[in-house]
């Protein structure tokens, strides 16, 4: 059989990638052709993506693929959710985007639940409500008479933005707008309730194309520059999420996920949303995917805080790789600091390894100080968290899961899937590290009728993948000491 390509543009929270997927014989092979350090720059105390730099690298990464590769079929965009550019009628950028990490949402939350209650825009929208959501950036704005907004004719999620770019089309898709907290997935539209009572106006927001939509074919320009015609854009899923999802070599129905990179993803697939009492008091997400499911999920801190402090770490000149910042976390003694990884203090701090020691001594404890005791803490607490999360998952589901799939960049971390199944007590399996962008492949590839459906790509990906299988290991150990990690959390709330 005749082998078939698609391209992938994944861009995360700390880094982007341009990975060509072949499929061929039932197996697809990546080729990663370009990856790109992605961070946030402050500007007068903004913090911006740096989105024509970005726009840079994809367009490198384009004619790295392009050159190597003359019979890619199709281009697909992921990005991390919420964030956001404003466009002005003309095509012009009215601002640029402003990340979601920004200060201007500090005590949004307060001031919006003034508009609507927290129950009322969990009801309309399913999404937890986090202080970073597209709606309250929108609403900060709005409180600020911001002249950018009102100079706004659309508004573009980040892959949006991207597909404008290499298009000229302003639409959006169905995954990257539920999450942006404005999208009422009962009625599946644009909640008027929200728009109205925030002061955004409805006309700002692009139509929503379902996933694996064809958006348009590359502009001309780009198309000369890369000496190829009639590439289309696809809409896989828009939110790195819901590709993350798709890539999930899951198998049956009792399984769950972490997309583990900068933030750790953990929930299940489904049919259809959960909104009651209990999901809006675990505060459980609802957000669009593939083929209308819902992602039910929780947004947990992440691997953020590790990124924080290696970056803190090189700043002190010692630059140290995520494996030898591991090694250290392993020398050190277990159950020594605890923290809540969701803790707000953590969001954005000044500096990640104050705020660390600073939770330790606020909550009685001792404070860590050496590189192992900070990582230490950190992965044990994530790994406390995720027990927290996968707690509540398993009450509001009714029903025991028996297997965790980890994906993304962090199922590279040994020492956090090793902890993961020792406190959760079942069996985890790690990859596709690529889980995103392999998500994003396949649904081009649905699209281009090269796989009949999600089943068969799951089932491509499962023979085409690395895994990995991490068995319980001191389980009832971790769960002496997790009483001991809620009674500090629970003192600092
Ligand atoms: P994002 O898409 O949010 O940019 P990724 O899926 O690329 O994130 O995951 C990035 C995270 O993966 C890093 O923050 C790091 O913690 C983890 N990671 C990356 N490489 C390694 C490695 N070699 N060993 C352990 N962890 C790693
Ligand atoms: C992960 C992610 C996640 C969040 C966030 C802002 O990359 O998309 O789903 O909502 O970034």
Redesign the pocket.
């Known amino acids: 059989m005749e082998d078939r390509k698609f391209l992938a543009i ?1 861009l ?4 982007g990638r341009v990975i060509v997927g072949i499929l061929k014989d039932g197996k697809l092979t990546i080729e990663e052709v370009h990856r790109f350090i ?1 961070r946030p720059v402050d500007i007068l105390g903004r913090l911006y993506w740096n989105v024509t730099q970005i726009f840079q690298d994809i367009k490198d990464g384009l004619v790295k693929a392009f050159s190597k590769y003359r019979d890619i079929e199709s281009i697909g965009i992921d990005t ?1 959710g919420v964030d956001f550019g404003l466009v002005t009628k003309e095509g012009y950028f009215a601002g640029i985007p402003v990340c979601y990490r920004d200060h201007r949402t500090d005590g949004i939350l307060e001031k919006a639940f003034e508009v609507m209650s927290r129950e009322r825009i969990y009801e309309l929208t399913g999404i937890q409500i986090m202080q970073i959501n597209t709606l309250f950036q929108l609403y900060s704005m709005v409180l600020e008479k911001s002249s950018l907004f009102n100079s706004a004719y659309k508004l573009l999620f980040m892959p949006d933005l991207f597909n404008f770019m290499l298009t000229g089309e302003m639409k959006t898709e169905f995954s990257i707008a539920t999450t942006s907290q404005m999208y009422n997935p009962i009625r599946d539209g644009w909640e008027e309730e929200i728009l109205e009572k925030f002061g955004i106006p409805k006309d700002l927001m692009p139509e929503v194309l379902p996933p694996g939509t064809v958006i348009g074919n590359l502009n001309k320009s780009i198309e000369e520059e890369l000496g190829v015609k009639n590439i289309s854009v696809i809409a896989p899923c828009e939110h ?1 999420t819901g590709c993350a999802v798709v890539g999930v070599p899951g198998e049956g129905e009792d399984w769950a996920y972490i997309s ?4 750790s993803l953990m929930g299940v697939e489904l049919k259809s949303p959960i909104i009651n009492n209990e999901s809006l008091k675990a505060n459980f997400t609802n957000e669009g995917g593939y083929n209308k499911t819902f992602r039910f999920l929780k947004n947990i801190m992440g ?1 953020w805080l ?2 924080r402090v290696k970056r803190e770490w090189a700043k002190e000149g010692e630059d140290l ?3 030898e910042i ?1 090694r250290l976390a392993e020398q050190e003694k277990s159950f020594q600091y605890f923290i809540n990884p969701d803790d707000v203090s953590f969001l954005n701090p000044p500096s990640m390894i104050k705020a660390i020691q600073y939770y330790c001594k606020k909550t009685g404890q001792e404070i860590p100080e050496k590189k192992g005791e900070i990582a230490r803490c950190i992965l044990e607490s994530l790994a406390f968290r995720y027990k927290d999360v996968f707690t509540d998952l398993e009450r509001i589901l009714n029903k025991k899961i028996s297997v965790l799939h980890i994906v ?3 199922s ?2 040994q020492l956090l899937s090793q902890f993961t199944a020792n406190i959760l007590g079942i069996p985890v399996i790690t990859g596709p590290i690529e889980a ?1 962008a392999l998500g994003n492949i396949v649904v081009q590839a649905i699209t281009k009728g090269a796989i009949k459906d999600v089943v068969e790509a799951r089932k491509i990906i499962r023979d085409s993948s690395e895994m990995k299988v991490y068995q319980p290991q001191n389980t009832e150990e971790w769960i002496r000491n997790y009483e001991k990690y809620k009674e500090v959390t629970e003192k600092k709330n």
């Open positions: 994944d995360g929270a700390e880094s992605n991390w790195d583990s990179g900068t933030w691997l590790l990124q790789s995520y494996n591991t993304g960049g962090g590279q971390n995103t």
